[in-house]
């Protein structure tokens, strides 16, 4: 397990990062959200390039987060069900409202031009801006449709309720203000100013808006052959061919992508910084209890997630043709590499806080009882599944230091662009470019080229098939990376979740005896890193025991809806037609 590289702040920046943290907390919300719309920057604000910056980088923390933790619990990644009534008009569930963002963008936006920082900053400094609120805008629309669009910003005199823009009309005002960062932004921030907004992130993005505004979400009546993947694919292969250029790339070793910074893969970062900055990756939730503190339970992985990943060869573990046997008493074997790298099973090697040789046991009275998986402990919505993610966890920390951990977090990585490339090649006629994509995808991960060179993949595959390879690699390269639930969403294939039950891997007996009868000598063994994975008996297990055992997800999560408190205090807000309004989410 490889260390994080650290970077050296020097003094300007951390002076600016500490500002940002303190700087024009007053501005409030706008829309129908007033708090006090009267605060505003101090005079001078905007005339001094260091206050500028320290501006907006308060816009880039409240704009960018960190690890999407938990969100495998909303797909077949992760355990827990959502039931009946996971998302209504008033529980707040996905209530995404960044109106306080948006105005406090817009006070840069009107300022900066009239302030007296240098012409080539202020530029650099509008342009990171138009990217926020484009950003802010985007998920805005991935989430609702069209929302009201604001450009000025707002006042205590001004007519605050204000009516929802069509959904077209705000993707055309996202690209708008994309194209116009794109045409100021310098090619790369390197160095110390790595993870600051530049043109290679800009167009990786804009590819990201594209696509999603040519799926079947907002086109259910054109789901593939509408007119708008022509422009995803045009805009996905600028910005692959951009990244090219610039010597961005699949990095060799896949666990590298998560522990070490600055490296060709990452092309927009969250950075974090110990002590400034850290426990992005909410590391003392997702490792097992007895080697964290305070929680656990988040980003386990489900037996469906575990048997996405292909053999060696490539092959799925139900094909018959793959050169390697799979027998789910070994299910560890012969796996995709990116298996091991992302998943922690019963026996496997797992040497948390430094400890060589440690062994992750997850079977009651072997395991530590904080982590055991079994009958005794599992019980109603219990999280436990037998597994656990080693994505992106700095082992060598201590438990007490677990929340120090400061990876940081790669809002867009190059295998995003790739997909994103290869999905938008494929519905454009172009399913060759999209399978070399796949092939590129899997030589990175370690699957074993075979004859024919195609990676385990089936040759002479057609677009339909092609699209389902593109999700199938996707959801096992980006497992927990917060990819998954969005990208059935958005191919309204949110029927593939509706109904199902979640299960996980439970180790029944180690050596023959079960747990109420484990020896004091295999105590000793397990104390002692000693069993094995293959010492113990396997059975797939139903996660839910009592209460609500099926996922819950009907045809209206394909748009979200507007909170009620939202339309209660503007309303001229429409509330979206799936939820009982009028307002037609979809191009």
């Known amino acids: 397990m490889k260390m994080k590289k650290h970077i050296t702040l020097n003094i300007k920046s951390l002076l600016s990062l500490l500002l940002a943290l303190v700087i024009i907390t007053g501005c409030d919300s706008a829309l129908d959200d007033v708090k006090d719309l009267g605060n505003y920057p101090g005079q001078g604000t905007f005339d001094d390039v260091q206050t500028s910056n320290a501006y907006l980088a308060a816009l880039y923390s409240s704009s960018f987060k960190d690890w999407p933790v938990g969100q495998g619990k909303w797909s077949d990644e992760d355990g827990s069900i959502q ?80 009516t929802r ?30 993870g600051k907004i530049d043109k290679a992130i800009a167009l990786s993005f804009k590819g990201r808006v594209l696509l999603f505004k040519a799926s079947p979400q907002f086109n259910p009546s054109n789901k593939y052959d509408n007119q708008y993947w022509a422009k995803a694919y045009e805009a996905n292969k600028a910005a692959k061919d951009f990244l090219d250029s610039k ?40 490792r097992p209890l007895s080697e964290s503190k305070n929680a656990t339970g988040e980003d386990q992985p489900i037996w469906k997630l575990a048997q996405a990943y292909p053999m060696k060869d490539g092959k799925k573990i139900s094909d018959a043709t793959s050169k390697y046997t799979y027998d789910m008493q070994t299910f560890w074997k012969d796996r995709d590499p990116r298996f091991e790298a992302t998943i922690v099973w019963n026996g496997a090697l797992y040497e948390l806080s430094g400890k060589a040789g440690r062994r992750q046991y997850t079977m009651t009275n072997i395991a530590a009882s904080v982590d055991a998986f079994g009958f005794v402990i599992q019980g109603e919505s219990h999280y436990r599944t037998g597994l656990y993610c080693r994505k992106g966890i700095n082992e060598s920390l201590t438990s007490a230091l677990v929340t120090t951990n400061d990876f940081d977090w790669t809002e867009i990585r190059y295998a995003e662009v790739l997909f994103n490339y ?120 139903e996660l839910i025991t009592n209460g609500q055992k099926e996922t819950v997800m009907p045809e209206k999560y394909y748009f979200f809806p507007i909170k009620l408190e939202h339309i209660d205090k503007n309303p001229k807000l429409e509330q979206n037609k799936a939820w009982g309004g009028s307002f037609n989410p979809e191009l």
């Open 422 to 541: 290869a999905e938008a090649a494929n519905e454009t006629g172009k399913s060759t470019d999209a399978v070399a994509v796949l092939k590129q995808i899997r030589k990175r991960a370690g699957i074993e080229a075979g004859d024919d060179n195609m990676y385990g993949l089936q040759a002479n595959m057609s677009r339909e098939e092609v699209r389902e390879a593109i999700l199938a690699e996707k959801y096992i390269e980006m497992a927990f990376e917060g990819k998954r639930f969005w990208d059935l969403r958005r191919h309204r294939m949110l029927d593939r979740l509706d109904g199902m039950r979640k299960y996980g891997i439970m180790a029944m007996t180690v050596n023959g005896n079960t747990y109420d009868k484990v020896t004091p000598e295999q105590e000793a063994k397990a104390a002692n890193y000693e069993l094995l994975p293959e010492d113990f008996h396997y059975e797939v297990q």
């Open 247 to 286: 010597g961005y790339g699949l990095l060799e070793n896949y666990t590298d992508i998560f522990e070490t910074e600055g490296h060709k893969e990452n092309i927009f970062s969250i950075i974090y910084q110990d002590p400034i900055k850290t426990n992005g990756r909410r590391e003392d939730a997702v």
């Open 83 to 162: 039931g009946l009534d996971w998302i209504t008009e008033s529980n707040g569930a996905f209530n995404f409202w960044p109106y306080d963002i948006i105005r406090r963008t817009n006070i840069l936006l009107k300022e900066m031009p009239v302030g007296k920082v240098d012409p080539e900053d202020k530029e650099i400094i509008i342009a990171q801006a138009k990217f926020i609120r484009a950003f802010n805008y985007f998920k805005l629309v991935t989430f609702y449709g069209g929302v009201p669009i604001i450009t000025t910003p707002q006042e205590l005199t001004d007519d605050l309720e204000v």
């Open 165 to 194: 823009n069509s959904t077209a009309e705000c993707f055309d005002f996202i690209l708008k203000d994309l194209d116009e960062a794109i045409a100021a932004l310098p090619d790369q921030f390197t160095g110390g100013e790595r």
